[in-house]
């Protein structure tokens, strides 16, 4: 027996509407915002990744862990390096760090890190 439909997650930010935005596009997902609170989710309705506001939020220090990452999105593509500059060109920076060659580390613009990665 299955319990959940799917999981959502939830990511602490300083502005919800602008890392939905950044999620959106890179996804290709519809974006709702209200105060405080943001969500994105696919035409079919079958998962989704809300944002919530935080006050006094502090950005994950990454590959350190002074602040930890909490969390982190891996978004499979198809080309890491056609992926890379989509991604720049909507808000996203490249992590110094790089520790793989089958992925790649960025920062959404509230600091998350998260990977392009292929298979």
Sequence with gaps: MTIAMYPSFVLDCPDPAV???FYG??????VK???????IRPEDGSNCINFQQV?????PTWPTQDV???LHLDVMVRDLDEAEPEVLAIGATKAEHQPGTTFRVFLDP????FCLCVD
């Design 55 to 59: 006050k006094d939020y502090k950005a």
């Design 25 to 30: 596009e890179l996804l290709g997902w519809q």
């Design 33 to 39: 915002t209200e105060e405080g609170w943001a969500e």
């Design 68 to 70: 930890p990452q909490q």
């Design 110 to 113: 509230a600091g998350h890190p």
């Design 19 to 21: 890392l939905a935005q």
